[in-house]
């Protein structure tokens, strides 16, 4: 409850105009049937009838003689239904600043903590379900705060006002027309329950049905490979009837509450004519009394049919606004920040540092200590999930090290400032992300103001550059979800242009040439350091090849450091890199003696 | 975002009606003509009641509250009122009932008639058109389309139904008064349908943004890592800050046209109320002359220009709904009437049956030699495919189709399961041109198994089924022995009960792999296709697959686009192909000798191989 009313909080002043206006719109309407009342009664039957006008209206009409009065109130009529137009589209207009307002706020809050949620969150989230969160939830919430909300203090507004309104005429109406309404309530209520209920068996059948079309659609190979359309048609046609049939109930259902309901209704009109009538043969009422009630009768029961709703949507309300507290209770990484600036050249020290997942039992990294002089390239080499990746992960401080100390140019990573961490260390993921961007704008999407031609600068240091020229619109083709689909090694390289242009003192390859040839690969790096001599470049990486041209190669077996040095140190000494050398180095070789062996 | 979603937006833009389009609707939606019948005589039934109740209230008005009252028929009316009530509270059930029932109907038929249709529709069809296209048209479309005729049907009987009972009865009371009401309407109705429909764009655009909304938020999840990396935090924040102010003006655009429809239309129906009274009033008073006015004669009229005002933004609001959903009938039209390019003529049909009605009994058993012969075939008119191909491939024998992505090596296959026909040349099976046997016959003797594994939503049991309807629980676990898939399957809680989930994501890759071989099993082909994976599986599924793959190819003439370096070694004849053509072809040892195109394929698939297996 408290969650849901929260995001209401800002717009209270606002909430509380649009209330007021909820509540004044129909109470003005009440006045409405008024005028002609006192036409029916004043001056055409001549009698001197109740009427809740304000006195001063009336004795301003009474000063007219008929004719004239009539249309005075005419007039007054319709300048009265003017304004209370006017307050309606104030009232609309209101209502939507305050339900945007929210939706804005909600959707600003939940992108910018999302944005900033931890690498882990991010690793394990159920994006489906955290989409969702962010689009139908909020919509859910909107809707309940600015329509239902008010829509409550509407109906119990018109029912007092209309209470009121009736009790002045004959006590006796307004009891009938009361008696009516708590049976139209429960019904609705009743209603609206099982409504919201098959909605949701009627969605269940629906997905069942979507599902089938999908498979068979995605499918067709197979259905068709296999001669099965028959027994497709058949399938389809068992969830196409149980669908229908489901909605068939769901209308049945519509049909008896819409009908009983609108019976009932309209007995009360009956009861209450039928009791006016009597009232009359007793001189106790006139003409205008009762189209008078009549009109509050049908101001006063639809409001009541729609509360049986509201209690629903209420309930659905506070599920949604706890699904969106659930992702802002989520502590945001920026929480544990440094604070120091210090100027990053490139010299990097690990000593004795462990990682560990809060939630494993053993440790991911143990004991890893090397150092990284200014300039160097130094290459990672292990089997798949041995802890490569999170050696760089936590030099990003995308994950916190457990124990141990990590310095850079001699000041402790986790005293630096995240931001200014990943500004200055570069890398490059597995899996690059590219925004629904155009190739232009990814690869300055960091630095906004750079050139064209560093834009060209960078695609051609990372071999990109004739691939996009090959584009029917070059660097102005989108990509991401509605654009170009690009291979794996074109977005590889695209992400490696991104991070190029930025000219950082450390850059990472996080394996993130692995779907690039190794000649490229090769011509990549190489350009690379034709280009910056001081750039400290770490290097994750399968390919022996690769790894042999670094200046330090650390080899990682099972979280911890198994040996390290240059190549000529590491291809001599039995281990995991001279096995893999061994592999990996004479593989041409070993092709040729295969083919031999073969061919004879 | 969403495929479906984003093929509903291509949208609707409002239409002009064509008449065309509708009529083959409705052609469509006759099939329920008895439900449409009725549904249109309660509408009409509910109009009459809504017309009559105010009369039937000023005569009360008349009877009872005049000078003269008359309490003797107080039982009477009572009565009346009463059974109008019960008249109301059926009709309403009457006309929800059908109007609901009309709804799902129209709705199961447009989507059936889609559905067959599309099994009809060859595999070319599926190619060009995208899935999402096809599952709009089965679900918002048919929806949309299913909805203006029965609801909107409803509307539009309604209002015009009231609209004349209620000019009718006004015209009989008293006609210059009722002149008041006919000079309003049509000034009503053209702000109506200006209102509809400028509001209707303007929500356009508020859908539109927030569809750009939901797409940010998918990238802030998906690219979030990658956000962090480069520091966009801010940036990325920024922009979406820009986009949910434009999201809150645009709505507040499309809410402030909504927020002033009614308000316009209630004073401008006040306005005639106002008139009314005066005019009336006037009449009654004798200041207007020849118009006779009574006090209840009144009371009906400003009852019935009240009761205008619904029809009118009905009427405007069903105009509307039709020309969006313009866009939708056409579609569904489309694809209802699209041209069938592959199919079985009618001799054929004659001996070999339908795709729904098979002549099994006329099915001749195949052996399983394959012929192509000069075959040319283009997807499109401007690139040939493949040139002049020529092929002859014994029985049981296995091929191995080599080359790169793009060579051709999915079009040899496609032609060969008659996906597609050739442009010209032959195809030959069993030395038969295979035009001269039906698609069915063809794609009842062959085995496919998918690159990517494909299953469908049930159990396993029904998965492994699907290559033999009428398959015994023998023949399955038999089949799935076969396949090396039995001991999984049982290990399962639900052994081969086990749901699989949509498209089998239940199952780990290499599971499914088994099951789709399963399925391929117990089918029994003459004629086998293996599309390889690529991906990597688990070494040891890898192994269990290559063991499974040898021994069912086994005595059937077998068709492999082939990736992995044991599958093509084994096989009986290698093809390489580049830019449709056969470039090389031989044995495994003989294309090694050649040192050409095969060589260098080889070579470079031997050392990715080693070298993942180095770190793995």
Redesign the interface.
């Known amino acids: 409850m408290k969650k849901l009313l929260k995001w209401a909080k800002p717009f209270i002043f606002l909430l509380l105009v649009i209330c007021l206006l909820t509540i004044i719109v129909p109470v003005t309407y009440s006045y409405?049937p008024q005028f002609?009342k006192y036409?029916?009664d004043n001056?055409?039957?001549q009698k001197d009838a109740v009427n809740t006008l304000p006195a001063f209206l009336i004795n301003f009409f009474n000063s007219f003689d008929?004719?004239k009065c009539?249309?005075v109130?005419?007039?007054s009529?319709?300048i009265f239904?003017?304004l209370?137009?006017?307050l309606?589209?104030l009232?609309?207009?209101l209502?939507?600043?305050y339900?945007?307002?929210i939706?804005?706020n909600m959707?600003?809050k939940?992108?910018?903590h999302?944005?900033?949620?931890s690498?882990s969150y991010?690793?394990n989230?159920d994006?489906g379900d955290?989409?969702q969160r962010?689009?139908s939830d909020i919509e859910t919430i909107k809707g309940f705060l600015s329509n239902q909300l008010p829509q409550i203090l509407y109906i119990f507004a018109s029912l007092i006002s209309g209470a009121i309104q009736m009790a002045s005429i004959n006590v006796g109406i307004m009891l009938i027309t009361f008696c009516v309404i708590p049976i139209n309530f429960i019904a609705s209520a009743i209603y609206f329950k099982y409504v919201s209920r098959k909605f949701d068996e009627i969605e269940k059948v629906e997905a069942?049905m979507?599902?089938?079309?999908?498979?068979?659609?995605?499918?067709?190979?197979?259905?068709?490979?296999?001669?099965?359309?028959?027994?497709?048609?058949e399938k389809?046609?068992k969830k196409?009837?149980t669908?229908?049939d489901e909605?068939?109930k769901?209308?049945?259902a519509?049909?008896?509450f819409?009908?009983?309901s609108?019976?009932i209704t309209?007995?009360q009109?009956?009861v209450t004519?039928?009791y006016c009538?009597?009232l009359?043969?007793k001189n106790l009422v006139?003409?205008g009394d009762?189209?008078v009630c009549?009109s509050y009768i049908s101001m006063l029961v639809y409001p009541i049919r729609s509360l049986g709703r509201i209690i629903g949507d209420f309930g659905k309300s506070i599920v949604a606004a706890k699904r969106v507290d659930e992702i802002l209770s989520k502590d945001d990484e920026y929480v544990i920040n440094g604070t120091l600036k210090p100027e990053i050249k490139g010299n990097i020290s690990f000593k004795n540092v462990s990682f560990k997942f809060d939630d494993a039992e053993s440790e991911l990294l143990n004991n890893i200590s090397f150092d990284i002089k200014a300039g160097e390239t130094i290459a990672i080499v292990?089997?798949?999930g041995c802890g490569k990746s999170t050696i760089v992960h936590i030099l990003?401080r995308?994950l916190e090290y457990t124990s141990g100390s990590i310095l850079i140019d001699g000041v402790e990573l986790k005293d630096i400032d995240k931001?200014w961490l990943?500004?200055h260390i570069?890398?490059v993921?597995q899996d690059?992300?590219l925004?629904?961007k155009t190739i232009m704008e990814n690869v300055r999407?960091?630095s906004p103001n750079k050139s064209v031609d560093d834009v060209y600068r960078a695609s051609q240091m990372a071999h990109v550059h004739n691939d996009i020229l090959n584009f029917d619109k070059k660097y102005e083709t989108l990509v991401?979800?509605k654009g170009v689909t690009l291979s794996g090694g074109q977005k590889q390289r695209l992400?490696i242009a991104?991070?190029l242009i930025l000219n950082k003192p450390v850059l990472i390859f996080d394996d993130s040439l692995s779907a690039v040839d190794t000649e490229t690969d090769q011509s990549i790096r190489n350009s690379i350091k034709k280009y910056s001599k001081e750039t400290t470049t770490i290097i994750i990486t399968?390919?022996i090849t690769t790894a042999k041209e670094a200046d330090k190669i650390i080899v990682l077996e099972n979280g911890c450091i198994s040996d390290m040095g240059t190549h000529a140190d590491l291809a001599n000494r039995d281990g995991l890199y001279a096995s893999?050398w061994k592999?990996?180095g004479a593989?041409?070789e070993?092709?040729l003696n295969?083919?031999e062996k073969?061919?004879k | 975002m969403d495929e479906e979603l984003e093929y509903e937006e291509l949208d609707d833009k409002p239409q002009k009606l064509s008449s065309s389009v509708w009529k083959k609707i409705i052609k469509l939606v006759l099939k329920r003509k008895r439900h449409i019948i009725i549904m249109i005589i309660s509408v009409i039934m509910l109009a009459a009641l809504d017309v009559l109740t105010p009369l039937l209230n000023s005569e009360v008005i008349k009877v009872f509250f005049s000078e003269n009252p008359d309490f003797s028929k107080k039982w009477f009316f009572i009565g009346l009122y009463v059974l109008g009530a019960l008249l109301y509270m059926i009709t309403i059930y009457l006309f929800l009932r059908q109007a609901g029932h009309v709804e799902v109907e129209v709705g199961y038929e447009i989507r059936k008639e889609a559905f067959e249709k599309l099994q009809e529709l060859p595999f070319s069809y599926y190619d060009k058109t995208p899935s999402g296209w096809i599952m709009a048209r089965l679900t918002s479309d048919s929806r949309k389309l299913s909805e203006i005729i029965s609801w909107g049907m409803v509307d539009l009987f309604w209002s015009i139904f009231t609209m004349l009972g209620v000019l009718v009865m006004i015209y009989i009371t008293n006609w210059r008064l009722a002149l008041i009401i006919t000079f309003i309407t049509p000034i009503m109705f053209i702000v109506c349908v200006y209102f509809t429909k400028t509001i209707l764009i303007a929500y356009r655009s508020v859908r539109k943004t927030n569809s750009k909304i939901t797409g940010s938020f998918n990238e802030s999840i998906l690219g979030a890592k990658t956000t962090k990396t480069l520091c966009l935090e801010d940036s990325r924040y920024n922009e979406f800050k820009t986009l949910t102010h434009t999201m809150k003006n645009e709505s507040l655009k499309a809410i402030f046209r909504s927020s002033l429809f009614w308000p316009i239309v209630l004073v401008m129906g006040y306005i005639g109320v106002a008139l009314t009274l005066g005019i009336g009033s006037g009449g009654i008073l004798g200041y207007i002359g020849g118009i006779a006015v009574t006090v209840e004669v009144l009371y009906l009229f400003i009852n019935y220009t009240t009761l205008f005002f619904d029809p009118v933004m009905a009427i405007a609001r069903v105009l509307s709904d039709l020309q969006q959903a313009q866009a939708s009938a056409e579609r569904i039209i489309d694809l209802i009437e699209t041209k069938v390019d592959i199919y079985d003529t009618d001799e054929v049909k004659a001996i070999y049956g339908t795709f729904l009605n098979p002549k099994r009994e006329n099915w001749e058993p195949l052996e399983g030699y394959v012929e192509f012969r000069n075959v040319t075939f283009s997807y499109t008119q401007k690139e040939v495919v493949l040139k002049n191909f020529n092929l002859t491939v014994k029985k049981g024998e296995t091929v191995a189709l080599v080359g790169t992505t793009g060579a051709g090596k999915s079009t040899i296959i496609n032609l060969l399961c008659r996906f597609y026909e050739p442009t010209s040349g032959e195809i030959y099976i069993d030395s038969k041109n295979y035009k001269e046997r039906s698609i069915n016959h063809l794609h009842e003797n062959l085995g496919y198994v998918l690159q990517t594994p494909h299953l469908f939503n049930g159990t396993i049991k029904e998965n492994i089924a699907y290559g033999k309807i009428d398959a015994s629980m023998d023949e399955i676990i038999e089949a799935a022995k076969k396949a090396q898939a039995h001991e999984f399957i049982i290990s399962l809680k639900d052994g081969y009960d086990t749901l699989v989930g949509e498209g089998g994501s239940k199952l780990s890759l290499g599971q499914r792999q088994l099951i789709s071989f399963a399925r391929a099993i117990i089918k029994d082909p003459k004629i086998l296709i293996l599309d390889e994976a690529t991906s990597s599986i688990d070494t040891e599924t890898e192994k269990l697959i290559q063991g499974v793959m040898n021994n069912f190819m086994k005595g059937r003439t077998t068709f492999i686009v082939a990736h992995r370096l044991s599958t093509i070694i084994d096989a009986d004849k290698i093809l390489v192909i580049k830019d449709g053509e056969i470039k090389e072809s031989g044995t495994h040892k003989e294309l090694l000798k050649q040192e050409g195109i095969y060589y260098n394929l080889y070579k470079k698939q031997f050392i990715k191989e080693q070298m993942d297996n180095s770190i793995k």
Request: glycine share 10%; hydrophobic share 45%; charged share 20%.
């Open positions: 409405v002609i036409v029916f001056v055409l039957e008929p004719i009539v249309i109130v005419g007039i009529l319709v239904q003017v209370r137009g006017g309606m589209l009232n609309g207009y209502k939507g600043y339900a945007e307002g939706a804005q959707r600003n939940l992108f910018r999302i944005g900033n949620l690498f991010h690793n989230v994006s955290l989409i962010c689009t069942n979507t599902t089938c079309i999908e498979e068979n659609v995605n499918g067709a190979r197979v259905v068709k490979a296999f001669a099965r359309e028959k027994e497709e048609i389809f046609d196409n009837t669908y229908k909605v068939e769901m209308n049945r519509m049909a008896y819409w009908g009983f609108d019976g309209i007995l009109y009956a004519i039928g009538i009597f009359a043969e006139g003409v009762i189209v009549i292990g089997k798949t990003e995308m931001k990943r500004k570069g890398i993921l690059p992300f925004y629904n999407i960091s991401g979800e992400a991104r991070m399968h390919r893999l592999i990996q593989l041409e070993e092709f295969l083919v073969e061919v």
